[in-house]
Structure formats: C-alpha cells, structure tokens
C-alpha cells in the first residue's frame, strides 16, 4: 500500500482526494483491501457498477464480445450498439434515436449541441441561451462546466463557454423571469441533482418546466447518475410524467465499463446529421455488449426491488437520533446528519462499510441488486456511525 500511496503520488496527477484504503478486488456488493478486509459497498463506483462487482451476466457479455470483435471505426455498421439503442429506446414511450459516446459530460456535451442546433434551424442562431440549475452538475468540460451551476467549479477556468443562465431549483418566478428575459435554446436539469446534495425538485417546478415546451424550448434530462433504474424507474423523468425532448445517461449503463448515451425525441432524432457529431470510441462494442446485459435486467420486478430497499433504508434511517432528513428515490439516496458526513464516512469504512457523500450529505448508492442481508448489515453500521 505504501508504495502504490507513494507512486500514486510521484505519477498520478493530483486531483482526487482518495480514502487511504486500496481496493484489490469485489464481488458483487462486497469488495475486498489489499490486507484482504472486507467492505460492503454502498457506492457502487458513484453509481457505475449497476450489479456491483464483476457480475457474471455483465463478465460474460462483456468477454463473448471481446472474442468477437472489440473496436472498429463508426464508419462501419456494428451489431452491440444496435441492439443497446433498440433496447434502451423500448425503456422509454417516447424516445426515439440514440448517439453513444464515453462519458456523462460527453452525453451532455452531444445534448448541449443538439439543442443549440435545434434552436438555430428552427428560431435563429441568436437563440442559444441554455438555462440551468445552481447546485446542478452536469461534467467538467469547459463546455458542461458552464452548464453547472455551482460558481466552485468555475473558477480557475474562466471563461467558460457562453449562453448559460443559472436559476435556482424549485424557484419558478426565477425561471419564468429568465424565461421572458433571454431567447432561451434549452432548460437543462437532473429532476434528482446527484452531487449538488440529492435534492428531488418539487412536482410543481417540473411542470413549470415542462409547460416550456410550448415555446418549442427543448428539454434535457441529464439522467447520466438517475437513469438506468437508479432511482426506481428506468428513467427518473419518469416519476414526474414528463416527455424530455433530449435524454442524457452514463454511469449506471455500461456496468463498469464507460459508455455515454444521448437519446432524442421525435423532434431532436434528426437534428444532428452526418458530420455534426462523432466520436472515436463511442458506441464501442465491448462497452455496448455488457451495457445490454444491464439494461435488459432493469425490469418491474429488479425495480420494485429497489423500491422496497429503498423503504427499507428511509425507515431504518428516519427515527434515528442524528438525522436531520433523507432525501432523494430509489437506491440515490442522502442523508443530512447532525454528525460531520466525513466522519461518519471515516466510522463506517473502518467498521466495513463504504459510503460517499454529496456536498454535506452521506449519499447511498448501493448496487441495485444488493442481497438484502447486506444492505442491512450495512444499514446498521451507517446508523451506528450517525449516532455515535
Ligand atoms: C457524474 C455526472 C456527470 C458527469 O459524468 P462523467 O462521466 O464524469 O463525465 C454529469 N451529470 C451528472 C448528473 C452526473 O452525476
């Protein structure tokens, strides 16, 4: 350990401030140090390992295709990224075409030109305003760094790209003001913002929202941390009713490996056209092969599972002396305690049990097939930590 801590630092560029444990190896929802300790892990990888570690019906997609074929250039057809789009749109009532990439910030990225070319074919290239959420994140490229609305990340990095207009969260009068105030492209939003706190906006400014479409402005779900079933349903739009015009996931879809998705309504399927976007590895077909084997598992049955765990944690967690309020759905959940998050942390990975947080909350994102059995051991950890 210490000679990886020492090399870490003499060859890894220094941006993470990482626990002081090394993780060798896991198994489902249970990992394992380099002493051979072992954790259960209510992470997931912030949300990327759907089934947890090294899952056998992901391991084995994944390396029937590497014996295939495990990259060509997008200039030919290839069958893992078919079969994933037509998978992932029969997820969804409305959402009809797919372009893939690598990442969540790269989902975006394809979302934010999207909407700016939709907006300049239809109203003009002066309307390309995009109006986002404070607290929002959206990835750390200069371009969805402006689309996050959280001034801590900017700085250093100015100027960000130009046309994004920050409203706060739930603030209605705010966002018809910036509404009538700007030719305004697109509203950009997480309806369960991820890193700025799992914070759930109210039904009421979704509508709001949604009552946008009418101005033909086009709405994006950045579902890149919600979607996948993270939070109960397929996509977290879902519990609100509403038909996003551009859909944004990663995280959770590839099982591990990294994969991006951007998915486009009937208005936005033929925005992009050929030459306005691309990318080398997108669409990759060892990443899109396990990505299938998650999406098809992702089904009423795994989700009402992840409802009843998601009950059974709020109602372990809310009488419990130290603990202010449970936020969030499904398996993203936060916790805001009386106690410091980062002791807590600190408590629970030394009894065994790891957790992250979201600005000052404990955040829970535990793999959406966690045994029960260990979901409770680890419940009685966190709520130990929080009282202690
Ligand atoms: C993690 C996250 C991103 C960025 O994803 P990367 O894969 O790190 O680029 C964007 N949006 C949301 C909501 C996220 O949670």
Not at 147 to 168: C, E, M
Not at 348 to 372: D, S, T
């Amino acid at each position: 350990m210490n000679n990886i801590k020492d090399k870490d630092k003499q060859f890894i560029a220094d941006t993470y401030a990482r626990f002081d444990v090394l993780i060798k190896s896991g198994k489902g929802s249970l990992c394992y140090d380099e002493n051979g300790k072992e954790y259960i892990d209510l992470t997931t990888g912030i949300g990327v390992n759907a089934f947890g570690f090294c899952d056998d019906v992901w391991k084995t997609a994944v390396t029937e295709q590497l014996d295939k074929l495990q990259h060509i250039s997008n200039l030919y057809y290839t069958e893992p990224c078919v079969a994933l789009a037509e998978k992932l749109i029969g997820k969804t009532e409305h959402l009809k075409k797919v372009f893939f990439s690598n990442s969540g910030l790269e989902a975006n990225e394809c979302a934010i030109k999207a909407a700016r070319k939709y907006a300049a074919d239809k109203k003009g290239a002066d309307c390309y305003k995009i109006i986002t959420l404070k607290d929002s994140f959206h990835g750390r490229s200069i371009t969805t760094l402006a689309a996050t609305g959280q001034d801590s990340f900017h700085k250093d990095f100015l100027p960000l790209t130009d046309g994004f207009i920050y409203v706060n969260a739930d603030d209605i009068d705010g966002l018809k003001k910036a509404v009538s105030e700007n030719k305004i492209a697109a509203v950009m939003f997480e309806t369960v913002q991820g890193e700025g706190g799992v914070h759930t906006l109210s039904s009421a400014f979704v509508d709001e929202i949604q009552k946008l479409q009418q101005q033909d402005i086009v709405l994006i779900a950045d579902e890149v941390q919600t979607g996948n079933g993270r939070t109960g349903k397929y996509f977290a739009y879902m519990h609100f009713g509403i038909k996003p015009d551009i859909v944004t996931t990663a995280k959770g879809l590839g099982g591990g490996l990294p994969i991006g998705a951007t998915l486009f309504s009937d208005k936005t399927k033929d925005v992009l056209t050929k030459g306005t976007h691309g990318s080398t590895f997108g669409a990759n077909p060892v990443a899109c092969a396990g990505a299938l084997s998650v999406v098809e598992r992702i089904d009423n049955s795994l989700m009402s599972k992840v409802n009843e765990k998601s009950n059974f944690i709020k109602d372990s967690l809310c009488n419990v002396s130290g603990v202010k309020s449970i936020s969030g759905m499904g398996l993203m959940l936060g916790v805001e305690t009386e106690k410091n998050a980062d002791e807590i942390v600190k408590q629970c990975m030394e009894q065994g049990v790891l957790i992250i947080k979201a600005k000052a909350k404990l955040r829970l994102l535990p793999a959406l097939n966690i045994p029960f059995e260990q979901l409770e051991k680890a419940i009685a950890v966190v709520k130990k930590a929080i009282e202690s």
